[in-house]
């Protein structure tokens, strides 16, 4: 794991299938700060067990709890893809007032950690083209925008960028 410390009313845990509805809660939160980008709950079935679908995949969640709000703060998932060598990032979230104190690099540095266990060398994630701060959060973590587009067909007819990063043997910056 990282070398950041964490605040007191924070607590890194693997995920388990109860942190969904809290998962839910917080994406819905972070939603709501851009225009027509609604959660849907039909959209996220994973969410009814976030761990047993990403341990399902292969792969592993972790989220950070709010011991003082009993809330989850934080989140980030990754499994192998279909690609030799290769981990794909999803549900990285976090809390706005958790933003620029170090815990995203945290939750990155735990999902690289894991890839580098798991004998994997790149990583990739797709996300929204509207989180803006995002893109530059991955793009300082050393990720770069690769050509092209996804379309979600979802009730936001969301559009997403993909990014890929290649793993060193040492932990990230």
């Known amino acids: 794991m990282s070398s950041h410390t964490l605040p007191d009313s924070l607590m890194l845990t693997p995920g388990s299938d109860a942190d969904g509805q809290g998962m839910a809660a917080l994406i819905a939160r972070i939603f709501a700060d851009y225009e027509?980008?609604?959660?849907?709950?039909?959209?996220?079935?994973?969410?009814?067990?976030?761990?047993?679908?990403?341990?399902?995949?292969?792969?592993?969640?972790?989220?950070?709890?709010?011991?003082?709000?009993?809330?989850?703060?934080?989140?980030?998932?990754?499994?192998?893809?279909?690609?030799?060598?290769?981990?794909?990032?999803?549900?990285?979230y976090l809390g706005h007032q958790w933003r620029g104190t170090g815990l995203a690099q945290t939750?990155?540095?735990?999902?690289?950690?894991?890839?580098?266990?798991?004998?994997?060398?790149?990583?990739?994630?797709?996300?929204?083209?509207?989180?803006?701060?995002?893109?530059?959060?991955?793009?300082?973590?050393?990720f770069v925008r690769v050509p092209g587009i996804r379309a979600l067909h979802d009730a936001a007819s969301t559009f997403e960028f993909g990014y890929h990063t290649r793993l060193t043997e040492t932990a990230a910056p």
Not at 115 to 133: G, P, Q
């Open 36 to 92: 027509n980008c609604p959660f849907v709950p039909d959209e996220f079935p994973e969410l009814q067990a976030p761990s047993t679908y990403y341990t399902g995949k292969g792969g592993s969640l972790w989220v950070v709890k709010d011991t003082k709000t009993d809330s989850v703060a934080g989140s980030i998932a990754i499994a192998p893809t279909h690609q030799s060598g290769e981990a794909e990032l999803f549900k990285v």
């Open 107 to 142: 939750l990155l540095t735990t999902a690289f950690d894991w890839a580098r266990n798991a004998k994997l060398h790149s990583v990739v994630l797709w996300t929204d083209t509207r989180f803006i701060a995002g893109h530059r959060f991955y793009e300082k973590q050393g």
